[in-house]
């Protein structure tokens, strides 16, 4: 099994909309960028994500979902009307990945960014790296348990509760 973290601004697409879900399934879906669309292709029925709210106020993880469908064409970059839309796809040329993901768990508490920067066993992550927009990244079985206990645990003093803010089509 291998971890991974997506984004998505929850203005588009927040861990409530997925909540809020048909059997809580949602396709990770407009995805454009290369290296992001060749993780998505990387991933397997299985694996598990962390849920990140990037664009919010603070950004940060607020939990886990599981891959149910390994990559398929993205038929949202063959539509004209869609905001993904690339008129170089086709069935024929699909170009763009999406995979399905289930929402396993909502976090007790989401985890703001800075939390995130402040922990040693998290400084390689590539969420951390300054200039890092990947929507779509691996993350190592050691950072997805140090996210995933830190949720979990009691907010260290001086780290202020954040809000979950809650909009349509995901990454870069």
């Known amino acids: ?20 879900a048909p059997k809580r399934t949602t396709s990770w879906d407009g995805v454009r960028n290369y290296q992001a669309r060749n993780f998505l292709r990387a991933m397997r029925c299985g694996d598990l994500a962390i ?20 990559a398929f064409p993205d038929v949202s970059a063959w539509d004209p009307g869609s905001p993904g839309h690339d008129p170089k796809a086709s069935p024929a040329n699909p170009v763009w990945s999406m995979v399905d993901v289930q929402l396993m768990e909502v976090f007790p508490r989401p ?12 400084a390689g992550m590539e ?4 200039g890092s927009r990947l929507s779509v990244t691996p993350v190592t079985a050691t950072e997805f348990r140090t996210i ?10 001086g ?3 954040t809000s979950r803010p809650a909009k349509k089509s995901r990454g870069n």
């Open 1 to 20: 099994m291998r971890h991974w973290l997506i984004k998505s601004e929850p203005e588009t697409f927040s861990i409530s909309d997925l909540a809020r």
């Open 51 to 70: 849920f990140y709210h990037s664009n919010a106020d603070p950004p940060a993880a607020v939990g886990i979902v599981t891959v149910v469908r390994e």
């Open 111 to 122: 985890l703001a960014l800075d939390e995130l920067r402040g922990q040693k066993s998290l």
């Open 127 to 130: 969420l951390l790296r300054r």
């Open 148 to 157: 995933h206990t830190l949720a979990h645990a009691r907010p260290a003093a």
């Open 159 to 161: 780290v202020a509760p």
